[in-house]
Each structure stands twice: as structure tokens, then as C-alpha cells.
T-cell receptor
């Protein structure tokens, strides 16, 4: 079967750094996406990785290791507005997105 | 430029009633998707379309039907609503494979 695993909830402090992990087992791989979803709102795109390595975009970075079936999203200089759920999704062999259940990130002052 | 819109935003149905959710996009994207999101679970694909006049089943299609008569609209129908269909429904569009998806604001549906 296809499976995406990520922690249910994480807590971090404003101004700190947090790493959200995602492991996956899918039939085929055409890239991994990270989305942010604030409570009561729609998911919005953060990043896309298809090759191994680190992609940096401002305060957010995303890493991929295809051989390990592993990715992480790194958030630096945390702000209160970063309190949200972070969704990991993998594009499988049919280009269908398989979604993780999301990691709820709580930022404390 | 509205992006992706969904109608209605909220709805309460009684068991056995039917309804249609409308998704409209002005981005000229070929691909459109209907997902449901339930607490503690990832987004699950109901049906999708890769172009005008085409539809296909996703992971959880039972109890739902769809139509894509016009490129900009994707309709999701519930034939006979059941309490298990209480959920938040999201429509999304995509320009091609693989690519980011753009989501509508969601429809919160409660079936009593």
C-alpha cells in the first residue's frame, strides 16, 4: 500500500528553528510537495522536491532523500503566523498526490 | 482574478437529500480535483478530471458523481447524502504533471 507518515503535532518557540519530518512508501515517485494549511483555510503550496538535496526558499527549506523515502521541512526564525498544519504529499507513478495527515505546528511566544 | 472558488461555503443536509457542489476556476488549468478532508486523515481524492468532458475515480468515489461539461467548472454531486459524508470538501486545480495544486476555500458539509 501507499503510506505517508508525519508527526501529528509539534511545538516550538517563536524565533527558533523546527524540522518537520515526512517518510513515504509509494508506488512510484514523481516528486514531493509541502503545503501549509491554517485552521479553517485551504492548503497553500510551499515547496516541491524531485531530486535529492535541499531547496531553500526564504525562511523555509525542504530536503529530500529518495533512497531513504524521507523528506523534511525546515522552518527558521519562527513567527506566530507559522502556526498551522504542514502537509506532506507525494506524486506517485500515476501523478496522483498521496497526502499525509499533516503536522500541526504550535508556536509559543 | 478569483483563482478557484467553491459554492456553497457551508451546507447542512438531512440523510437522503441530494446536493451539488460547484467549483469554478479562471486560471485555464486542465486538471481539476475534488478532495475530502477529515480530522486525523490526509486529503483523500474523490474524483478528478484531466480536461473538459473527462472524469475519473479517485480513492473514495462511492456515493459521489462528477461532471466537467465546461473547462472552468467541476461539479461534485451527492446522490443520497449519508452522515459518513460529513466533511470539508476542497476543489483543486493543476496546470499539468507534476505541479502544484491550487485549492478553493472549501465547503463544510454536515449530514444529519
Amino acid at each position: 500500500g501507499q503510506n505517508i507518515d508525519q508527526p501529528t503535532e509539534m511545538t516550538a518557540t517563536e524565533g527558533a528553528i523546527v524540522q518537520i519530518n515526512c517518510t513515504y512508501q509509494t508506488s512510484g515517485f514523481n516528486g514531493l510537495f509541502w503545503y501549509q494549511q491554517h485552521a479553517g483555510e485551504a492548503p497553500t503550496f510551499l515547496s516541491y522536491n524531485v531530486l535529492d538535496g535541499l531547496e531553500e526558499k526564504g525562511r523555509f527549506s525542504s530536503f529530500l532523500s529518495r533512497s531513504k523515502g524521507y523528506s523534511y521541512l525546515l522552518l527558521k526564525e519562527l513567527q506566530m503566523k507559522d502556526s498551522a498544519s504542514y502537509l506532506c504529499a507525494v506524486s506517485d507513478s500515476n501523478y496522483q498526490l498521496i497526502w499525509g495527515a499533516g503536522t500541526k505546528l504550535i508556536i509559543k511566544p | 482574478n478569483a483563482g478557484v472558488t467553491q459554492t456553497p461555503k457551508f451546507r447542512v443536509l438531512k440523510t437522503g437529500q441530494s446536493m451539488t457542489l460547484l467549483c469554478a476556476q479562471d486560471m485555464n488549468h486542465e486538471y481539476m480535483y475534488w478532495y475530502r478532508q477529515d480530522p486525523g486523515m490526509g486529503l483523500r481524492l474523490i474524483h478528478y478530471s484531466v480536461g473538459e468532458g473527462t472524469t475519473a475515480k479517485g480513492e473514495v468515489p462511492d456515493g459521489y458523481n462528477v461532471s466537467r461539461l465546461k473547462k472552468q467548472n467541476f461539479l461534485l454531486g451527492l446522490e443520497s447524502a449519508a452522515p459518513s459524508q460529513t466533511s470539508v470538501y476542497f476543489c483543486a486545480t493543476q496546470v499539468g504533471d507534476p505541479n502544484e495544486q491550487f485549492f478553493g476555500p472549501g465547503t463544510r458539509l454536515t449530514v444529519l
